[in-house]
């Protein structure tokens, strides 16, 4: 036998473009019409992201053109922040490089692949850059062709021009193989359709490759609120993150690193701390913080009580907006709209649940076989089209009791259950971000919020049945109305019919019009009776 | 406003392992049941492969202890052909770092992500290196403690020792938190089951944190033949592909690239391209191939008629070995399985579906509410206990009309569906390896293949119900065996009827078992009155 293998010989090193290239259906990229709303999705939460961090409304622009066979053109336009020069590379060309990864914000991408994803997409599927044109607000304006080096991950820049004008944004076009434009349900149109449902503040024009032009206009002009980036929760960390963070501190004690470095640490805390952990020197150098310390002090903070984190850095879109964007699109009879306090998952991180039913009107899943429940899911308002299956969402909205309800028939009634997911840390299952990981916290989070909505149409469809019921017996009281007032008439001996007819119907209408199905026929007799001797009286003064 | 957002200040770059660290859910650490399945799924894998490669029969141990809470320690073991000393680190403190990457052929693993993700969650979770011990066959066995630093993705040893021992395969022992040991369908030792049943080659040893040992003995002393590395088929190409591999060609003309690095490319094909291309040069240097002219090499290839792939590539478990396993654990009253001939996706990557159908025994999935359909699913001899959901083979299997196969009631018959996916590029939908991409040739042929179990499986339901009929048609032709003897004694005056009556139950039970449904009562009475006959006769005879 030989010293080693000769398969050793073939030992590599590969770059994450390469795996990813490899493995584009992780990114999305699987599919004809999923891989074209996949690139509409990463560029449209870019401009997203980039005009909520610069505090500005977004306009954005969409249009795809389809070139020949299964070839688009793709272009995405946005009145963002642009990108300097100097990271236009880095940023579309480059994964894992971005602003996003490392921090602690509510953002719809975080992992800084996305866009550079789409660019190796062009590169593999029809070998073209994608062009790029770039403002920063300045007089200048950049632009470039961009590919990437898929075998090292580098960006590569081809006919880079800086010219004089004015523009502040950010223009990207790509040809893009391998793609087909559908208009159902998982296509581009549908994609920003729920896009605009989340973001009200967004303006979206799409063009699409029929000359069709649809036009998403600003439900809202109030710039959302910046999320804050904020300090991570001592809760929500793991040893690990205690260790990593420690080592790389510049602080001179660990007790100073803690009150710096972390939300609700406060003088007071590291008091309490010293009291839990005797034999940990929190005066010593964080960079030499040992795992084990770190251990008894992660579970010292287990036993501390902390002010819960802040959710400053959260930003739900808000039980009016919500409301006003399911009008907008479903018109739906009726719906109820929760916003739960925040709650924090894996110990301490902070996220909120934005629910939402709707019942009638456009609600459900309208297909040629009827109408069906339909779930729509977001994260940080980015909509989720695909992998519903392994979505905490779906699995929240099916694990319930719908039965209890009273929506036993849940798969063929016409409701739209609306969840928005809103955290600084997406749990994607994917690189591909369309489900989020079934995190027991979210799952049991989602269930509350939903069931509450539940119970308010339950109420709702309750009202509808005892107002059907209300009809039923109005109607059949109303059937006696003739009878009893040619019978009282001839009883008395006295009166008008039709002048008795027309008290009893409005005595029926309006007296027991809001508890009719308290009243019962003698009842209404009695009254009917009573009424008539009212009738005689005033007949008799009058006649008197 | 600034020249620059300050965001851009943010501005990072990260390695692949920092990506993983913070999505480890998309490695498959998600949840402490799942992540020691992990664990042992990544180890098992690794050693099942290096010992195909090397045509060892492989003997692989697993032992599990629990520490405290949720640490365990986990060891695996094989008399694989271990790693030499210089690519230890990269092969299990690396990401995207290994042989099998970038290899044209069968195996189980495929991204070089694995062991270096365990070596990570065992940092992450514990602060702990993992202990590797390696011998090659040499007198020399080498050891060392390593690490991964997660910024950069490199490895990091410590303890090296290189010592005088006799040892070959590889030992890896590391302590991981945030696990939890689980006796159920989604623990170690179910996960080990099921690579015992598609591995029957392999010997496992299991021993659990209470001392208990299992066994899983090889059934089958063949070592499998090792799958060959192949050349692509022209027709699995993209013109991505096309075009990086000639640029990195040192091939001096396409023609020559073409015929050395792709499978059934001739001269003869050679010659048909050139009718077909008449303005590309296939003379030209392939490191200058422009992407229009590898766009219409790909569009002249789609044109040709080619030899299919060339599929030693590809090794199913084959027929009688699938049998064997399934016997062995299932113990099933009924059993079909289907081995269909290679197909490709995408145009030009071989697989083949190895598929089978279980009935009665253990067959099904056994819980406290009764029995149900099951489908184990299994890619290159790697069991898929998760994201049953989102894979291909679950998919298949549910869209499948079982009504049309007389059962209606798949969801609550013992029944298992085993598919096992083979192929040289196995379409994972994310790094953790638990799910097929439902590609749409992959589901169809699923599907074809387990229809051709489930018309067997009819059939011998089918044979079942008939023969239950002719059970009870039996039993009511039986009830007139006595009052038949009785009368023909009495008719004919003479026999005995106990006689006869033995003799009418061996006639019906003999001569009429195969088709007593065809027989009726006449046709038994008319033989009883022959038989009858018969007997007075050799009574006369007896008597004369």
Not at 505 to 527: F, N, Q, R, S
Request: aromatic share 6%.
């Amino acid at each position: 036998m030989a010293r080693d293998n000769p398969i050793f010989n073939q030992f590599r090193e590969h770059s994450v473009a390469e795996f990813f290239r490899k493995n584009r259906q992780m990114l999305g990229f699987s599919g004809k019409v999923r891989s074209l709303t996949t690139i509409v999705h990463e560029y449209v939460t870019n401009s997203l992201d980039a005009c909520e961090e610069a505090g500005i409304l977004p306009d954005i622009g969409i249009e795809i053109r389809v070139v020949n066979g299964d070839h688009c053109v793709v272009r995405a336009s946005d009145n963002g922040p642009g990108i300097p020069q100097k990271l236009v590379g880095k940023a579309l060309g480059m994964m894992l490089a971005g602003t996003k990864f490392h921090r602690y914000m509510q953002q719809r991408g975080q992992q800084g692949i996305g866009a550079a994803g789409c660019t190796m997409f062009a590169l593999i599927t029809t070998g073209t850059p994608v062009k790029v044109r770039t403002g920063t607000g300045t007089s200048k304006v950049y632009s470039c062709d961009l590919s990437i080096d898929v075998k090292t991950n580098k960006p590569k820049m081809l006919n880079e021009k800086m010219e004089e004008g004015e523009m502040r944004g950010l223009e990207i076009e790509g040809e893009f193989g391998e793609v087909k434009y559908d208009k159902g349900e998982y296509g581009p149109l549908a994609y920003l359709k729920r896009t605009a449902i989340a973001n009200p503040h967004a303006q979206i024009k799409f063009k699409g490759p029929n000359d069709e032009e649809v036009l998403f206009p600003r439900a809202s002009d109030a710039i959302p609120e910046r999320p804050k980036e904020v300090l991570p929760h001592p809760l929500g960390l793991t040893t690990s993150d205690l260790v990593e963070m420690a080592h790389h501190s510049k602080d001179r004690k660990i007790s100073s690193f803690l009150m710096n470095n972390f939300t609700r640490v406060s003088s007071g805390k590291i008091g309490e701390l010293r009291g839990l952990l005797p034999d940990v020197n929190l005066n010593a150098k964080p960079r030499n913080l040992a795992w084990a310390d770190a251990e008894k002090m992660i579970d010292a903070f287990s036993r501390l009580r902390w002010i819960a984190p802040a959710t400053d850095s959260i930003r739900p879109i808000g039980e009016e907006q919500v409301k006003k964007a399911l009008v907008n699109i479903l018109n739906p009879e009726f719906m109820s709209v929760r916003e739960r306090k925040p709650k924090v998952f894996r110990g301490g991180v902070p996220f909120v649940v934005e629910t939402a039913i709707t019942y009638g009107g456009n609600s459900g899943r309208h297909t040629q076989s009827g109408v069906s429940g339909d779930v729509i899911r977001f994260a940080n308002r980015a909509p989720l089209l695909f992998d519903a299956g392994g979505c905490a969402i779906t699995q929240a909205v099916k694990e319930m009791d719908w039965n209890r309800y009273g929506m036993k028939e849940f798969d063929s009634m016409p409701i739209t259950v609306f969840v928005n997911f809103v955290s600084v840390h997406v749990p994607y299952t994917g690189a591909g971000k369309q489900a989020i990981a079934n995190e027991e916290e979210i799952v049991g989070e989602i269930k509350l919020s939903v069931m509450e909505c539940a119970r308010e149409l339950q109420s709702h469809l309750r009202g509808k049945v005892r107002a059907g019921e209300k009809e039923a017996k109005k109607k059949a009281i109303m059937r006696y109305v003739d009878q009893l007032a040619k019978d009282l008439v001839e009883l008395s001996g006295t009166g008008d019919v039709e002048r008795l007819k027309k008290k009893l119907v409005k005595l029926v209408e309006g007296k027991y019009k809001k508890k009719i199905e308290d009243a019962t026929l003698e009842e209404i007799a009695g009254e009917a009776a009573a009424a008539q001797l009212e009738a005689e009286n005033s007949k008799n003064e009058g006649e008197s």
